[in-house]
Structure formats: C-alpha cells, structure tokens
C-alpha cells in the first residue's frame, strides 16, 4: 500500500471525477453544482495555497494532518465523497463538531461499567473531532486529533444512524478517501430502477482480476485469489464476493458469509445451499427470517431446496453428495467417520479432490459436505488451507502441506486436562475382532442391542429419555459412542459415567469376551471428589482373565496381571495417584495395540447405544431408591 504522505493526489482524483461524470445517465435531471462538475469533469474545487492552509490551521489551533494537508493542495473540498456526503470540507468547511450533534451524550450512554479507555476515548470522539462532513445524508466525518499514528497522520471515523453500525475507522485520510471512492463503484455496480452497470477501465480491470483470481484459486494459490477478491468486492464488483466467501467459509469465517447471488443460483444452489442454511441452523434459534433475507430473488423451486435442506441439517439427516469419483470418495469418508477414524476420512477426500470438478464458472470447491453431521466435524481452519491449496477443477499447482492429523493415536490423551470435554472421569469397552456395529449384541439388554443415529457427545447427554419413566440408584446403564479403536479393536466410550462403586460394580469385560477378548477401563484418577479410582479388567472366550481396581489408596487384583499392567508399577502414596494415568494409559496403548479417536470422541458426531447395568442387583439388606415419572402425552 502507498504509503499516505506519498500518495499522488492529482491522477486519483481526476480519475474519480471522469468515472463519476462518465457515469451519470444523459438523460437525468441534475443541480447546477453537479451539471457544472459533468461538463468540467472535475468533482474538486480550485487548490488551496500554502498561506491558506496555515490560516486554517491557525484559525483551528492544530496542523492538519500530512494526507489531508496535500490534499487540500490539489483540491479545497470534494463533491460527492462515495454515495452519503454531498460536500467534504475544503479550508473554510472544517470545524470542531463539539458534540454539535449530540451524538457523545447517546454513545456515554452506551457505555457500562466495564468500558475500558479505548471505548470511552471512541465515545468522546464527537466532543474532540473536526468534522469534515458539510452536507451529507445524515452521514459524519470525523478527523481524530487523538487517533494520531506515527506518522503524524489522523485516523477518519464515519458514522450514520441508519446503517445500524458502530463508527468505522479508517487509518489516515487516503484510506478514507479510497473507501469512498469504492462506494461510488460498489454502488454504481447495482444500480436502481433496471438501469445497466457501469462499466468503464476500472471495473473491467477488476473484473479480470477477479477471473484471474478465480484461476488461481483453482490452482491452490487461495491467499493472492482472496487478497484479489477482497479488493474487487470493495468496490462492488459481481462475482467477487460470492467466490470469496467460499475461501471464507472454508477457513472457518463463517459470519457474513452469504455467497452473495451464487447460493440462489440453481447451478450452485446444491452445494452452496447446505453450508448457508447449516451456518443458519447453528444461530437462528428456529427464526428463519435472515435466512429469508439471505434467499431474496431466489426461485421457488431454490427457496423449497434451502428450506427442505434445512429440516434436514436440524434433525440431523443431511447427507452430502457429489457426482463421479471424489462423489465415491465422499461416501468412503462417510462410512470412515461414522466410526470415528477422523484422519482417514480427511485423508480420503483430499486424495479425490484433485479430480473434482466445479459445477459453473464460479464454483471453488467441494462446499456441500460441511453441512453434513458426519463429515462437517472434519473441518478445521489447518484442513481448510490444505484443501485450499490442492489444486484442483483441471488446474495444475503445486502440492499443499498436508495439515496435521487431529488424532494422536494412543490412550493417553484422556489424561490431558485440557482435553475438550475435560474427561475426569471415563469407561470404555474395548472388543478384538469385532466390527462396532455388533457391540451392542454383546453389552446391550435384547432390548436395547441397536444403535442410535450419529450424534455429538453433548446431543448423547441431553437426548430425551425414550419414554422411560423409572430410574433406580442400583441401575447404572451406560450410554456409550461406538467406533473403530484400531485395526483390530473396535469401542464403546462413556465420557461422563455415573459414580464408581466399587462394592457393587460388575466388569462386562466378561460378556463381551465371547470368543474374542475384551478390555474394560473405568478411570476417575482426577475425580473432583477426591475419591481416585482406577479399574482394568481383561477377558477372553467369556472368562475373566485378570482384573485390578484401586481406590482409595488400596489395590484389589484377581488373576495373573501382566508386568507391563502391574498396578505396583504405577500407584505409590494415594496423593500421586493422578500421576498415574498417563502412563497407566500409554502402558495399555502398547499392550493391545489400540487407540480411541479423540477427535470424534469429542468433536465428532458416533453411534450411540445403551448398555446393561455395571452394577450388580441390591442384594438382601442393600438399600437403594426408584424414582418414577409420571407424565400425560402432551406433557
């Protein structure tokens, strides 16, 4: 960027003006002031001299800013500054607002206790700034004597009551003066009452720039496109924000993504509809007015697509499509994450996308699948730049660093107290040979042996109770995500189990042995109760083959335990029981040869199903209580 005090004032300005007068229709009704300015070509006004600006300054009791200063020498005042100021003041027009406006008294009040001193300075902006707005559509201008870089130069603030904003601030007067200059384009772009765009040098220069940042785009080179596109889009140019705000919403920039004209477009709607409306659902709180608002001129059969899309991604049912090969893809990834191995699902759709194709001209890439509950977990600011930067739609580019993987492959990230969901207590179940689908037939009552669609943990947490209207304190039936915790070894995970009871807890290691082995873990070594406790038992062919439980401070074991799981080895005094996790956790990841998905454990969307009971019956002389619900079927 040109750097204020070097900015050449004349050839901008005169191009502003010729663009301006080249614009207005032959036909139109005008003022004297503006027909003068058509026919002079000129929006400006006569330079101010050296001697006149010192008078000013001499008469506001402050040097001007460096930009404002060389502006004035080039033109005393400007006309039509964007599309809200008439007039911007030249040397006699500027003066202290002084709260003239009244405008510092609404915006104290604004302020709460907590406002710090950048707000409090913002609020008294109207008491303090030199207004430059003469005659505007409720629209101020404001220069900050206070806001002063080290430049010397002074920061702009605008603000109008109608554009429901707080001010804008803009660095110095240049950057001011070309945001205007882009409000004139941006609305000359869309104008009124069916008359045509204004076309002219700058707008197709932008408009190649956009074409060629759609190019590049493709070809994985998405910062130079973006940068391209956030320029085009300043100054209206179609197409420009709709292609960038696909880079947006894949880099995780979801607010204000609208994809402008390319959502209600009949060739896009497919993919583009489902991050719109999913982005919707997130926020709407079932209002669905923006959304209306976001659908304006779209056709009906657009407007039932987005709606019915919408019912889907609420209950969970959207499920992403897409033609030829990465299509496949997508289902393979699909069928990947619906058992948590996250990494592999990522993995499977960046080798497709090369080979992916854009619906239209204007299509950047695979947008549709954020909007499904499987694969939308996958999204990661890190993923969306690899996937960015694959070229692809037929281009050729470099290959992109391959983001990361979410998953660390062990046990041993439970231990780690800034794990999202912060698992201080947790069971799981683990079967060898077995697919995930089949654990329920081997924990589950006949009952309840089928799985839950996928669901987040928290949905699992807070997902109604099924009709059922008796709950027993000597029931403790577990609500476990299923998935895959390996290549041999799939899972069941509890990630917020009822209290440990170590009297009466029964292992289902054993019933789900049966002609394989299982593992069962149940740890709460960082209980907030105080009350560490681990357990590890082991079964194979439907026998428990060796088992420990610690709890409070003391160690109980059955069978012959591995040396590498020997209790000893990990637990000392009852105070370093906690420390005893990880490596009690790394010591089984090596032993078995497993892991559990963290990502989709915590992030991600698994099958869930209910098992039987952990505990034992009460028995002769056990106290325990029932709590039953009655409700009618409306309530």
Do not use: C
Request: aromatic letters at 10%.
């Amino acid at each position: 960027m040109t750097h204020p005090t070097a900015f050449n004032w004349h050839p901008f300005l005169l191009r502003w003006s010729e663009e301006w007068a080249d614009s207005l229709p032959d036909d139109a009704t005008r003022s004297e002031e503006d027909e003068a300015a058509r026919r002079a070509r000129w929006l400006g006004f006569p330079p101010a001299s050296e001697e006149r600006i010192a008078a000013m300054e001499e008469r506001l009791g402050r040097r001007m800013p460096p930009s404002y200063r060389e502006f004035l020498k080039v033109s005393d005042g400007w006309q039509h500054a964007g599309g809200f100021v008439r007039l911007l003041a030249g040397i006699t027009g500027a003066r202290w607002h002084n709260n003239g406006s009244g405008l510092a008294d609404m915006f104290e009040e604004y302020l709460d206790d907590d406002a710090g001193p950048a707000e409090r300075r913002a609020a008294d902006i109207w008491r303090r700034g030199l207004q430059l707005d003469v005659v505007s559509d409720i629209t101020h201008v404001l220069l900050d004597p206070e806001d002063v870089d080290e430049d010397g130069e002074w920061a702009v603030y605008t603000w109008a009551s109608w554009r429901a904003a707080p001010p804008e601030r803009y660095a110095n007067f240049v950057e001011f003066m070309r945001a205007m200059h882009q409000e004139f384009h941006s609305l000359r772009a869309r104008p009124a009452g069916g008359e045509p765009a204004f076309v002219d040098d700058t707008t197709r220069e932008l408009d190649a720039l956009v074409e060629q940042a759609r190019l590049e785009a493709l070809r994985g080179d998405w910062e130079r496109a973006e940068q391209a596109l956030d320029e085009a889009r300043r100054y209206g140019r179609p197409r420009a924000a709709g292609l960038g705000d696909q880079i947006r919403r894949l880099l995780g920039q979801t607010y204000m993504v609208s994809f402008e004209d390319l959502a209600t477009d009949p060739r896009y709607a497919p993919e583009l509809l489902p991050a719109l409306v999913a982005e919707h659902a997130a926020h709407s709180y079932r209002d669905d007015s923006t959304l209306q608002f976001d659908l304006r001129g779209a056709g009906d059969d657009v407007v039932s697509l987005a709606f019915a899309t919408l019912e889907q991604v609420r209950n969970g049912t959207y499920r992403y499509t897409a033609a030829g090969p990465f299509g496949e893809a997508v289902e393979r990834a699909r069928e990947l994450a619906r058992w948590g191995d996250t990494d592999a699902a990522w993995r499977t759709l960046m080798d497709a996308l090369p080979v992916w194709q854009p619906l239209g001209p204007d299509h950047l890439a695979p947008l549709g699948w954020v909007a499904d509950p499987l694969l939308g977990s996958l999204l990661t600011p890190e993923r969306g730049h690899e996937l960015l930067s694959t070229p692809r739609g037929g281009q050729a580019g470099e290959a992109p660093v391959r983001a990361a993987d979410l998953d660390p492959g062990n046990l041993a990230w439970l231990a780690d107290p800034d794990t999202h969901g912060d698992h201080t207590s947790y069971r799981f179940v683990l079967v060898e040979a077995v697919e995930p689908e089949d654990l329920p037939g081997r924990l589950a009552g006949a009952n309840e042996a089928t799985l839950v669609a996928p669901m987040t943990a928290h949905e699992a947490r807070h997902r109604p109770l099924d009709g059922q209207r008796e709950f027993s304190s000597y029931d403790d039936r577990a609500l476990m995500a299923v998935g895959r915790a390996g290549s041999r070894w799939s899972f069941a995970f509890d990630g917020a189990p009822a209290p440990f009871d170590a009297q009466r807890f029964v292992s289902p290691a054993a019933d789900a042995s049966a002609g394989t082995r299982a593992v069962v873990v149940w740890s709460g070594l960082r209980t907030r109760d105080g009350q560490a406790f681990f357990h590890l038992s082991v079964a194979q062919d439907g026998t428990e083959q060796y088992a420990f439980t610690y709890a409070n401070g003391e160690t109980r074991r059955t069978g012959l335990i591995p040396r590498a799981l020997d209790p000893d080895r990990f637990f000392g005094s009852r105070q370093e029981a906690a420390e005893a996790e990880r490596p009690l956790l790394e010591a089984l990841t090596d032993v078995f040869d497993v892991h559990l998905p963290r990502h989709a454990i915590t992030d991600g969307r698994l099958h869930t199903f209910t098992t039987r009971s952990w505990t034992r019956p009460p028995e002769n002389g056990e106290t325990y209580a029932v709590i039953s619900m009655n409700w009618d079927a409306e309530h």
